[in-house]
């Protein structure tokens, strides 16, 4: 694959060590396990993870089967020599046993081994197995170049984890392609799609599932929450590559519930608790929980999802929230909307730190598409476009403050990356063919589902002037993943030029479209 750069090969022997192990542990019957637990050590049978890297800090994860002490251990090398040991927190059942720990003072633009030992509380010499792992911090020099991969929408629509067609495939391909971090775009979990053993397709063929007891219900305790994000752990291809690929995660709707907005009370029968804030406040403790995330962790600033993640000279992402300060789902038509889809808060702080920015490229992470028209119901709206190609009303209005903002402060290089819709398209934004004019050019592009049912694609919205250049989409709703490839995408910035290049992925190695974009412009 000549259009992927050289890299330094992570040790594969080290990572493969800790993905083993916890193979061999999930694969234990349930009526073994307390046994074990009970004669055993602490052991992280769930794999590691790695999370916002920048060039000198990172955040790591784990998982242990009872109390114990996280141990963080790093090197230059998988020997080990000269490590440098980082003490943990105390895991518990507080945190359903998980953990993070912040690593920092970390050297720039290098491969990182790390090894995760799990010690008795009460005897510290008594150590689970350790767990291994590799990152690569972000480079410091702007020659030696960025790349990486975003997708979203896992375990949805029914599709779970299918053993009889290897579970989760695309995360073993995107492994291999050894990026230096995964963006999720949200949808990382599918906590109120609930899977059933098996599913016959229109074919005759039958989908089987790996099914949980959290995952046979909609989720709405804090236990069924955690059920869900501990699912996906399950995947040997998911542990594999999250103990090489770091990842910067968001969140969408269902890592809740579809289309929640603060405020909702349901009408849904299933939920007992109708009260969706409260909901939300379970599924972020959990996403807090089983993802690396600064903000969100007990030691985090605020405990919110929004922030920038710093990646050397060339990258900065802007990761949004689009779900916790929006207003209620709509018709849209609304001539003043403060609040919008990101809350005045989250959008004075993304301004600010676009005008701090002093990235060559400035991502925005975004969990919804701007002018893809995502219908809630017959009436109703759930992302920023409604239908209505005119001046810019509703949730339209605060995004088109935004754009103009961007423009007069002539900041440079953004770019729009998303998922959410179920199919892979580029679109491309240009005043020229809006009814809104006051905004610089600028792309967004689609990619998705990583293991989840495909979509026929959206309509688009006129009021920025969208352009689809591309699209691959089913042309029926909730394909499976056995009748229809996944989606990635792939973004290469080029050290030496300054180029981007995004290409959207199709499962199979295959690259279905490619764009190079040109630094140091306010509008594409």
């Not at 029926?476 to 996944?486: K, T």
């Amino acid at each position: 694959m000549s259009h992927i750069p050289p890299r330094s090969s992570p040790a594969r022997r080290s990572v493969l060590m800790g993905t083993v192990a916890a193979s061999a542990a999930l694969a234990l019957p349930t009526a073994a396990a307390p046994a074990l637990a009970l004669s055993g050590r602490p052991r992280a049978a769930w794999g590691v993870q790695t999370g916002d890297v920048t060039t000198s800090s990172g955040l790591v994860w784990v998982r242990s089967d009872r109390p114990a002490r996280m141990i963080v251990e790093t090197s230059a090398t998988e020997s080990f020599r000269h490590a440098r040991r980082w003490h943990g927190p105390l895991l518990g059942p507080g945190t359903d046993f998980t953990g993070t720990t912040a690593l920092r003072g970390l050297p720039p633009g290098e491969q990182v081994h790390y090894r995760v030992t799990l010690a008795d509380p009460d005897d510290p010499r008594r150590c689970g197995e350790a767990v291994y792992g590799t990152f690569r911090t972000a480079p410091a020099r702007r020659r030696e170049g960025v790349r990486f991969l975003w997708s979203g929408d896992i375990a949805g629509q029914g599709w779970g984890i299918n053993p009889d067609i290897g579970g989760y495939r695309a995360y073993e391909e995107m492994r291999r392609l050894d990026p230096d971090f995964f963006l999720c775009s949200g949808d990382t979990v599918y906590a109120d799609g609930p899977l059933a053993a098996s599913v016959t397709l229109p074919d005759g063929r039958v989908w089987r599932n790996l099914v949980t007891e959290e995952k046979s219900k909609v989720a709405q305790t804090l236990g069924e929450y955690r059920g869900n994000f501990r699912y996906n752990l399950l995947d040997d291809h998911v542990r594999r590559f999250n103990a090489q690929v770091p990842t910067i995660v968001q969140w969408d709707d269902h890592e809740v519930r579809n289309n929640w907005y603060p405020g909702q009370i349901l009408d849904d029968p299933r939920y007992t608790e109708k009260d969706v804030d409260v909901l939300a406040r379970r599924s972020m403790q959990a996403f807090g929980e089983y993802f690396p995330v600064g903000t969100l962790s007990p030691r985090g600033s605020d405990g919110r999802i929004h922030r920038v993640v710093h990646h050397g000279p060339l990258l900065d992402v802007f990761v949004l929230d689009m779900r916790t300060y929006r207003n209620a789902n709509s018709p849209g038509r609304q001539a003043d909307d403060a609040e919008g889809i990101l809350g005045a808060e989250q959008l004075a702080w993304l301004k600010r730190e676009l005008s701090r920015s002093r990235a060559v490229w400035k991502v925005i992470a975004s969990d919804m598409p701007l002018g893809l028209v995502v219908p809630d119901g017959s009436a109703n709206f759930e992302a920023v476009a409604q239908g209505d190609p005119g001046v810019p009303l509703g949730r339209e209005l605060q995004i088109a403050d935004l754009l103009r903002f961007i423009k007069h402060r002539r900041i440079t290089g953004t770019l729009w990356l998303t998922a959410d819709v179920h199919y892979t398209s580029a679109q491309h934004y240009a005043p020229e063919r809006a009814v809104y004019k006051d905004f610089a050019p600028f792309w967004e592009f689609v990619s998705g589902p990583l293991a989840a049912g495909g979509f026929p694609a959206n309509a688009l919205d006129g009021t920025f002037g969208p352009d689809r250049i591309f699209v691959r989409a089913p042309e029926r709703p909730n394909v499976s993943p056995m009748e229809s490839p996944q989606y990635f995408g792939e973004v290469a910035i080029d050290g030496d030029s300054g180029e981007l290049t995004v290409r959207l992925r199709a499962e199979g190695n295959t690259v279905l479209f490619s764009k190079t974009l040109q630094p140091g412009r306010v509008g594409q």
